[in-house]
């Protein structure tokens, strides 16, 4: 896709993003694609369906990346967020990863699911968005009239010095074999993929779910539309083609005026969907009385999820309106909020943005990233079911012993709650 003009190939490089996200709102909102739904099916049920769906998300993504990228049709070293930088902040992946499984947990959704929620009328979920939303901005840019940030507060002096450095990058191509990573990558990328369709396709129950298969391959293509569109946006100038990202860079050689320069270069990268750093964009955006060169891929993929799901809720007639029920349940969706704040900003991403999108560049932070999501997500759910079951009998210490304990964590020996 190549144009003549800056402003027209943003304008291109928005509105394509805001089709996607819409795309993806009305599916997650008719098919309940949900991360955090899945995993509290297989916990709670057994049940695998939703799992299995979001594995099959996962297959396209990752099966579109490693071969558009032999082709030279997606840029996913040049990403924003860095998803293969040659920096693993392994403790941040990690540590994010449990607060924002935990959060999501508590906010009855991931940030996908929370924007999902909106479109069919939940106001739960506008306060959980607007709190991470305020976090968000300010683990990444300065309070007023100073240079700190949370991130930099709170975080940056013990963790970031844990980071390792591995060299080129962390992708699985590259650690594995540097000369020729992107190879690497497809076959890599393509084992797992295998893998992963024949455990997702082997259950009769899965392949007679047409939502869950229908919620699967549309949330892949997604993001795989999204790392095409944002890596395959030209500007031709003087017979050269230049990125967005890159005509930022040069913008006062290359440009006549300052009209039209957005306010930032990096959103401006290849990237694809992700929704808690985006969250926290668009408290900036507001802030800024909504001035045009603030709005980011983010931005516009929040808005096309909310207007998508808005829209299925009319057209299914599943529009509700929804409110706390007591101050307990605000309570509560308030902690998950602030943990989904900074875990989704420490862990570089959400369930989207890290389970999907980061885990298609086969980044290793990436699937630490997903790990520690989904189990900080089964250990909560573990413990509010305890809680539930032995009442005051169930202090928090001996829910969590036995939820360890029922995922092979902890000897069972060490449980004080008989398995429920």
Same mark, same amino acid.
């Given at each position: 896709?190549?144009?003549?003009?800056?402003?027209?190939?943003?304008?291109?490089?928005?509105?394509?993003?805001?089709?996607?996200?819409?795309?993806l709102g009305v599916v997650a909102n008719k098919t309940n694609f949900c991360t955090m739904g899945a995993v509290s099916d297989?916990?709670?049920?057994?049940?695998?369906?939703?799992?299995?769906?979001?594995?099959?998300?996962?297959?396209?993504?990752?099966?579109? &990346?490693?071969?558009?990228?032999?082709?030279?049709?997606?840029?996913?070293?040049?990403?924003?967020?860095?998803?293969?930088?040659?920096?693993?902040?392994?403790?941040?992946? +990690?540590?994010?990863?449990?607060?924002? $499984?935990? %959060?999501?947990? +508590?906010?009855?959704?991931?940030?996908?699911?929370?924007?999902?929620?909106?479109? %069919?009328?939940?106001?739960?979920?506008?306060?959980?968005?607007?709190?991470?939303?305020?976090?968000?901005?300010?683990?990444?840019?300065?309070?007023p009239d100073t240079d700190k940030t949370l991130f930099g507060v709170l975080f940056y002096d013990w963790i970031r010095p844990?980071?390792?450095?591995? !060299?080129?990058?962390?992708?699985?191509?590259?650690?594995?074999?540097?000369?020729?990573?992107?190879?690497?990558?497809?076959?890599?990328?393509?084992?797992?993929?295998?893998?992963?369709?024949?455990?997702?396709?082997?259950?009769?129950?899965?392949?007679?779910?047409?939502?869950?298969?229908?919620?699967?391959?549309?949330?892949?293509?997604?993001?795989?539309?999204?790392?095409?569109?944002?890596?395959? &946006?030209?500007?031709?100038?003087?017979?050269?083609?230049?990125?967005?990202?890159?005509?930022?860079?040069?913008?006062?050689?290359?440009?006549?005026?300052?009209?039209?320069?957005?306010?930032?270069?990096?959103?401006?990268?290849?990237?694809?969907?992700?929704?808690?750093?985006?969250?926290?964009?668009?408290?900036?955006?507001?802030?800024? !009385?909504?001035?045009?060169?603030?709005?980011?891929?983010?931005?516009?993929?929040?808005? %096309?999820?909310?207007?998508?799901?808005?829209?299925?809720?009319?057209?299914?007639?599943? +529009?509700?309106?929804?409110?706390f029920v007591s101050f307990k349940d605000f309570f509560t969706h308030l902690v998950g909020a602030v943990l989904m704040g900074?875990?989704?900003?420490?862990?570089?991403?959400?369930?989207?943005?890290?389970?999907?999108?980061?885990?298609?560049?086969?980044?290793? !932070?990436?699937?630490?990233?997903?790990?520690?999501?989904?189990? $900080?997500?089964?250990?909560?759910?573990?413990?509010?079911?305890?809680?539930?079951?032995?009442?005051?009998?169930?202090?928090? &210490?001996?829910?969590?012993?036995?939820?360890?304990?029922?995922?092979?964590?902890?000897?069972?020996?060490?449980?004080?709650?008989?398995?429920?």
């Open positions: 896709m190549i144009f003549d003009s800056f402003i027209e190939a943003e304008t291109v490089f928005l509105w394509a993003t805001f089709v996607l996200a819409l795309l297989w916990v709670n049920m057994g049940d695998l369906g939703r799992i299995r769906a979001w594995l099959l998300a996962i297959a396209v993504a990752m099966l579109g &990346v490693v071969i558009l990228e032999t082709m030279g049709l997606v840029n996913a070293d040049a990403a924003f967020p860095p998803y293969r930088s040659s920096q693993l902040i392994w403790a941040e992946n +990690l540590l994010g990863g449990v607060l924002f $499984g935990i %959060g999501m947990t +508590l906010a009855s959704g991931c940030g996908n699911k929370t924007l999902v929620r909106i479109g %069919g009328g939940n106001f739960k979920s506008v306060v959980v968005l607007v709190v991470i939303a305020v976090i968000a901005y300010f683990m990444t840019n300065p309070f844990l980071a390792v450095d591995v !060299g080129e990058a962390q992708d699985f191509g590259t650690l594995l074999n540097p000369d020729n990573a992107v190879m690497t990558r497809l076959i890599m990328g393509i084992v797992l993929v295998l893998a992963a369709v024949v455990f997702v396709f082997k259950s009769t129950d899965f392949r007679n779910s047409r939502d869950n298969i229908l919620g699967g391959i549309v949330v892949g293509l997604v993001v795989l539309g999204g790392w095409y569109v944002s890596s395959n &946006v030209e500007i031709t100038v003087d017979e050269e083609l230049y990125s967005l990202s890159d005509y930022y860079g040069e913008w006062d050689m290359l440009a006549d005026s300052e009209e039209g320069k957005p306010a930032m270069g990096r959103p401006l990268s290849p990237q694809s969907f992700t929704f808690i750093n985006p969250m926290g964009q668009t408290f900036g955006y507001i802030g800024s !009385g909504l001035n045009r060169s603030m709005l980011t891929f983010g931005i516009m993929a929040l808005l %096309g999820v909310i207007v998508g799901s808005f829209l299925w809720s009319l057209l299914s007639k599943s +529009l509700r309106f929804e409110w900074f875990g989704g900003v420490l862990a570089l991403g959400c369930t989207i943005g890290q389970g999907i999108t980061g885990v298609s560049t086969l980044a290793a !932070g990436s699937f630490l990233a997903l790990v520690a999501i989904v189990f $900080g997500s089964a250990i909560t759910m573990k413990v509010q079911y305890y809680k539930l079951v032995y009442e005051e009998e169930a202090s928090f &210490v001996k829910a969590l012993v036995a939820g360890l304990a029922d995922m092979k964590l902890l000897p069972n020996r060490l449980r004080r709650l008989d398995a429920v």
